[in-house]
């Protein structure tokens, strides 16, 4: 697929229940279901959360939600249908989020991912992303969940606000 045939956008309401049923079969598989249609509801509701979709003309192909705190987001969920991974979706739609991040003046993003996925594993990694805890039975106390961080700037440190040149080049 040419990636001009496809878009992002923000998620609305009415995309909650495919991003519902993305999350139970392409992420919570063998877990149980939490990310049902009432709380990717409420997430795409909530005003620290950024709910992005990509799509073609004619379905969602993909989707991301992170949540933002003061200095540190967090990726709840990212995922593609099998049909369009690998043909660079995530990566556009992590690109849009850490730009997003950086400009809101997050310091660091965390995802927590299972262990033994592999394929996110080595994406996460290659777009900077490094490892930082394994926790055994993270998920529902059943899988070992990999934790990591992706820096963006220092914690602690606020980048110093954007001010426009002035004519006479004084700062």
């Not at 992170?66 to 049909?83: F, I, K, N, Y």
């Not at 660079?88 to 992590?94: D, H, I, N, R």
Request: proline share 5%; charged share 25%.
């Amino acid at each position: 697929m040419d990636p001009r045939d496809r878009n992002l956008r923000l998620a609305k309401q009415s995309d909650a229940s495919t991003l519902a049923a993305m999350s139970r079969d392409l992420i919570e598989v063998g877990l149980g279901w939490q990310y049902r249609t009432r709380r990717i509801s409420q997430l795409i509701a909530d005003p620290d959360a950024i709910n992005l979709v990509a799509c073609d003309s004619q379905r969602t192909l993909g989707f991301a939600i992170m949540t933002l705190g003061d200095e540190r987001a967090h990726l709840v969920l990212l995922a593609v249908r099998p049909s369009h991974q690998r043909q660079g979706v995530a990566s556009e739609l992590m690109t849009w989020l850490l730009e997003s991040a950086t400009v809101a003046g997050i310091a660091t993003i965390h995802v927590e991912l299972r262990i033994d996925n592999k394929a996110a594993y080595a994406f996460y990694n290659a777009i900077g992303f490094a490892e930082t805890l394994r926790t055994p039975g993270y998920y529902r106390g059943r899988e070992a969940a990999v934790s990591m961080i992706r820096m963006l700037r220092m914690p602690g440190m606020m980048p110093q606000p954007w001010r426009p040149p002035t004519l006479d080049r004084r700062s």
